[in-house]
């Protein structure tokens, strides 16, 4: 299986950069994991919502293949404890789901299109952080899910 993290805008601080990339060259070991980093909209300032979410959307579509999994990250998706998620993920391993990609979306959500091609929507929380530190977030708890399918010390409960 291979999982991708689809973000919009790069992360800009340098200590997110340094636990993201942690959590990467732990991954190795478990899953083809990469993150795809869209470039922010030029010129949004000039652009209502609406307008960035539309042009944020036809920049992910592009991203996607007709077979992909997506899962969105929404503040309004299905929370899972470390161990849940873990146990989908395996669950996910043995549907022989191929591609799952997870998505951050830009500072006003999702178009619609989003929503409609998606799978499904988990939530990290119900509070908000920033698109930078849910890229750790999300990394960390995939490093994390993958440890305890393996059964390694990384996780206590």
Same mark, same amino acid.
């Given at each position: 299986?291979? %999982?991708?993290?689809?973000?919009? !805008? ?8 340094? !636990? ?23 010129n949004?300032k ?11 959307? !036809? ?6 293949? =007709? ?19 873990s ?6 391993? %043995? ?8 998505? %951050?979306g830009? =500072?006003?959500g999702f178009?619609?299109?989003?929503y409609?091609r ?7 929380s119900?509070m908000t952080?920033?698109?930078?530190? %849910?890229?750790?977030?999300f990394?960390e ?11 390694? =010390?990384?996780?206590?409960?």
């Amino acid at each position: 299986m291979k %999982i991708t993290l689809l973000c919009i !805008g790069k992360t800009d601080d340098k200590y997110l950069i340094e !636990g993201i990339d942690k959590y990467i060259k732990r991954l190795k070991f478990y899953v083809n994991f990469n993150i795809v980093v869209i470039p922010d909209i030029k010129n949004s300032k000039s652009l209502s919502e609406e307008q960035q979410k539309d042009k944020e959307a !036809g920049l992910i579509l592009k991203q996607l293949q =007709p077979q992909d999994m997506v899962i969105l990250l929404d503040e309004f998706g299905k929370e899972f404890r470390s161990l849940d998620f873990s146990a989908y993920l395996e669950k996910m391993m %043995i549907n022989s789901v191929q591609h799952m990609v997870f998505i %951050i979306g830009g =500072p006003y959500g999702f178009d619609q299109k989003i929503y409609d091609r998606a799978s499904s929507k988990m939530s990290l929380s119900k509070m908000t952080f920033s698109h930078q530190m %849910i890229r750790l977030f999300f990394t960390e708890q995939l490093y994390r899910a993958f440890s305890i399918m393996k059964g390694e =010390p990384y996780h206590h409960e």
